[in-house]
């Protein structure tokens, strides 16, 4: 080969990298120019669709323009797992929650955390118990005496299995020094659905997934997995007021936050970030919160870092101690 030939292609090469430099930098720059898939690895009319439907027209003003797509399936690792391995170019992002971290923590998935690029937290949420509205055991005592006296047959529904929902389920049955039936679905809104056709006993499910069956009757709040009360269900107890520990291995937290794939880029990162984050701080989606018993917290960057870090660890701590021992 020539001389002028190996100098040819090494002009040749050089161009194609600086074209594609070009183009990256202009892609970066136009971002988004485009809508946004938006996966929510649960139903549809559970917590983190709800949230993210709320959330959407926040977002359009903030130039992110989103569709949503629901992909339910293995305690979310299924719509994670889509988010995954899409490309890492901004335009396919997930709801990452603590029930994931807890399948991810427990390998029961084929994910790991650095999998993905982590954008920002929504909300940190309260578990509560919660029964039929015609139920006759609707205080927390009455229901804990009835799995005492029903030893294996009460059944509680969580969305999703091996997650901080199917805990506390268990940790119920300890309150009451006894056995129960666990009842796995796809998401939230199942859940509900059982409950509200008698098909189960009890739930443990969000405040904001349960809000509307709550105020019109159909759910009954008996007990709330937390230190405090929360302002949206002033009247309904925490598990540590009736003089129960729900938390005898270490505080586990709820919390559902924003995932794109590993390796997006940091201009993108940036502006997805700052979307979420003025959306997030509006006074719509304050207002929001406060109705529904969530906590806005929108960490990102090395702090939401170390947060799905510590959350990890902890929920594997307590998973180890509840579904092992």
């Known amino acids: 080969m020539s001389k ?5 292609i090494a002009a040749f090469a050089s161009a194609m990298l600086v074209s594609a430099a070009t183009s990256q930098a202009v892609a970066q720059s136009s971002y988004p120019d485009r809508d946004v898939r938006w996966v929510i690895p649960w139903n549809p009319g559970g917590s983190n669709d709800i949230m993210a439907r709320r959330l959407q027209p926040l977002l359009e003003e903030e130039g992110v323009s989103t569709v949503i797509e629901n992909i339910p399936g293995g305690t979310g690792a299924v719509g994670m797992g889509e988010v995954a391995t899409a490309q890492p170019d901004g335009y396919t992002i997930g709801n990452g929650t603590s029930s994931t971290l807890a399948i991810i923590a427990q390998n029961r998935a084929p994910l790991e955390n650095d999998h993905f690029t982590h954008i ?10 919660v029964v039929p509205g015609e139920s006759e055991h609707d205080t927390l005592d009455a229901f804990l005496q009835n799995m005492k006296n029903n030893p294996g047959d009460i059944t509680i529904g ?11 389920a268990a940790m119920t049955a300890r309150a009451a020094d006894t056995d129960y039936r666990h009842v796995p679905q796809t998401g939230g809104s199942s859940v509900i659905r059982d409950l ?9 499910l969000k405040p904001s997934e349960t809000i509307e069956q709550i105020e019109s009757g159909d759910l009954i709040p008996i007990g709330i997995f937390a230190d405090e009360r929360i302002d949206a269900l002033p009247d309904v107890p925490t598990f540590e007021e009736i003089g129960y520990d729900v938390f005898p291995y270490g505080p586990v937290v709820q919390m559902g936050y924003i ?8 201009e993108v990162r940036e502006k997805l970030t700052k979307a979420f984050y003025n959306a997030i701080n509006s006074d719509e989606f304050i207002k929001f919160a406060e109705d529904n018993g969530f906590e806005l917290s929108p960490i990102h960057g090395e702090e939401l870092e170390q947060e799905i870090k510590d959350v990890s660890e902890a929920i594997k701590q307590v998973a180890s101690e509840v579904f092992e021992s």
Do not use: K, W, Y
Request: glycine share 6%.
């Open 196 to 204: 509200m056709g008698r098909h189960i006993d009890a739930g443990v």
């Open 4 to 8: 002028l030939t190996n100098l040819a």
């Open 158 to 168: 969580t969305p999703g299995t091996n997650n901080l929902n199917h805990i506390f």
């Open 120 to 129: 920002i937290r929504l909300s940190v949420d309260p578990l509560i118990l």
């Open 259 to 266: 995932e794109a794939p590993a390796n997006l880029d940091p």
